[in-house]
């Protein structure tokens, strides 16, 4: 298991709209990057959560119509992490998804991340880090509830997801944690494909091939570090996905649940891959996220 990571508790109040304090690259208080925006009574807010890296380290909250303008509420609040082989792809992939959200009652939160042509890993997982942190630092400011936090990631972003949930005592940072066709096991695709998207994992994510760096591999692998204190996850695969098919998804099942760990796999006929099956699993998603961050 990786070395774990102390996050904050949050704020005990909301900072002044657009306020900064930095110390070594980090803001503890919102920094806004965008406008603000409103549709179908949700209210999307762009933010830094990282002074270094530009677009790359902004996130875009979304905020149930009820609560615009409110601070200190606290609303079970879910991250979602884009998909694109690691080296394409943009928060605003999952805008749909996170209205869906919003308007279901959760604070809903799309992540930018440094892609793999920009940085090799793990700094996608320490940027999807740093914005959890962020998020909570600032809790009261954005109405998240530190205590309900559920993780939800879309292909690579599945993996990126999954590797936040694991780095570390998932639980004490995260209730849940959702994965649509995640790429969850690196070394598999650069020994069974390995030209899939360029050569993305050997070339760019990792820099190398397993068998020179296994080492790099094993931490890129979410399922290596699975123990007792990670939080329940539900995953999605089509059976016949290409070229990836549910080989990995279930891995990830197995060992979830051989270390004590509630985990579920929903196979889906069909070869949709990721987010493009969203309308079809988007119900059973949201009941299992109201379920584990008890929303009543």
């Known amino acids: 298991m990786a070395a774990a990571l102390v996050l904050s508790t949050g704020l005990t109040g909301g900072p002044a709209h657009g306020a900064t304090a930095t110390t070594s690259g980090w803001n503890f208080q919102p920094l806004k990057a965008g406008p603000t925006t409103v549709k179908q009574g949700v209210q999307k807010r762009t933010f830094r959560y990282w002074d270094d890296y530009g677009n790359a380290t902004t996130l875009d909250v979304y905020t149930p119509r009820q609560y615009v303008g409110k601070q200190g509420a606290k609303l079970p609040t879910v991250v979602l992490v884009h998909g694109g082989a690691w080296v394409r792809g943009d928060r605003s992939d999952l805008s749909p998804q996170a209205n869906q959200l919003a308007r279901n009652g959760f604070l809903a939160v799309s992540v930018n991340y440094r892609l793999a042509d920009e940085a090799r890993w793990p700094a996608q997982r320490t ?20 205590r309900r936090m ?10 990126i997801a999954a590797a936040v949930a694991t780095h570390g005592n ?7 944690l959702v994965v649509l066709s995640g790429l969850l096991d690196p070394a598999m695709i650069a020994e069974e494909e390995p030209d899939y998207s360029d050569s993305v994992v050997e070339d760019k ?6 068998e020179v760096c296994p080492d790099r591999y094993f931490d890129a692998t979410p399922a ?49 891959h990721g987010i493009e099956y969203w309308k079809r699993v988007n119900t059973v998603i949201i009941a299992w996220l109201k379920d584990h961050l008890d929303v009543r």
Request: with cysteine; proline share 4%.
């Open 127 to 146: 940027d999807v880090t740093r914005a959890v942190t962020f998020l909570r630092k600032n809790a009261a400011f954005f109405n998240v509830d530190s």
């Open 150 to 159: 559920a993780l939800l990631g879309s292909s690579a972003g599945g993996q």
């Open 170 to 176: 998932g639980k004490q940072r995260f209730k849940g």
């Open 205 to 210: 994510l990792i820099g190398c091939d397993p």
């Open 224 to 272: 290596m570090a699975l123990n007792r204190r990670d939080v329940p996850s539900l995953l999605f695969h089509s059976q016949d996905e290409d070229p990836f098919g549910p080989q990995q998804a279930r891995e990830f099942v197995v060992l979830s649940r051989s270390v004590g760990v509630s985990s579920k796999l929903k196979m889906l006929k069909g070869d949709q």
